[in-house]
């Protein structure tokens, strides 16, 4: 337990898949709780997924993302190993640090009482979100030197009409470099793909925070915040 939880407190069970009960707690000792069952809850899944493509950072940075993407509303979180990322996910280390990225999602999850969980997907490489793009009703590159703005572009582009015909919902990707930035390669590779290079604003923003606001930035483009939370 975070805290100590009392009688009468509400606290919320949830499968991460959408389904919960709300409950009272009805007594509490060290190490487990007594509840009440006062609801069953069942939350459709959020349409449409965002998905975010998170260079790798170095130190805790990348975590910090994975955090703060999970807190804003994010559907999946893919690490890719960019060519100029300074971190490595390489054997029993790379294992480690992806189990680190998972537990920095649940327990940002529970923080901002989340029904669904998001995705922290396996180690991607250029091919993978390649694959992801393509797949994507809309491919969103960011970059400091694009010139169209990301605020109002989902708006702009008829998602549902772009998605694939073998895709289940409607997904749009955000692909965010490292530290270093997305190599020429890459940002010609992405574009051929697909995706739209585009920037969040005047400033440069740290790697482990421009997904964060590029997210939010969509999330209030399509309404995503509009309705009721979770």
Do not use: N, Y
């Not at 697909?194 to 590029?214: F, H, K, N, W």
Request: hydrophobic share 50%; with cysteine.
């Amino acid at each position: 337990m975070v805290r100590r939880l009392r009688p009468g407190e509400p606290v919320d069970v949830t499968d991460g898949l959408g389904r919960a009960v709300e409950c009272e707690v009805v007594a509490a000792r060290r190490d487990e709780i007594d509840c009440a069952v006062r609801r069953r809850v069942a939350a459709a899944a959020p349409s449409p997924r965002l998905v975010v493509v998170q260079a790798l950072a170095k130190g805790d940075r990348g975590e910090r993302a994975v955090e703060m993407l999970t807190e804003v509303g994010v559907d999946e979180i893919v690490p890719w190993s960019a060519a100029r990322s300074v971190a490595r996910w390489e054997g029993v280390r790379g294992v480690r640090a992806r189990e680190r990225w998972v537990r920095a999602a649940e327990e940002a999850s529970k923080q901002s009482h989340r029904l669904h969980w998001p995705v922290v997907g396996e180690l991607a490489g250029l091919k993978e979100v390649v694959e992801r793009v393509r797949a994507a009703a809309l491919a969103v590159l960011l970059h400091e030197e694009a010139t169209i703005p990301l605020v109002g572009l989902a708006r702009s582009v008829e998602v549902s009409e772009r998605v694939a015909p073998a895709a289940s919902a409607a997904e749009l990707v955000l692909v965010v470099g490292p530290e270093g930035g997305v190599s020429e390669l890459e940002l010609a590779t992405l574009g051929e793909a697909g995706a739209i290079v585009s920037r969040l604003g005047s400033t440069v923003l740290r790697t482990s925070t421009a997904g964060v606001v590029a997210a939010a930035v969509v999330f209030a483009d399509l309404g995503r915040w509009d309705g009721p939370a979770r």
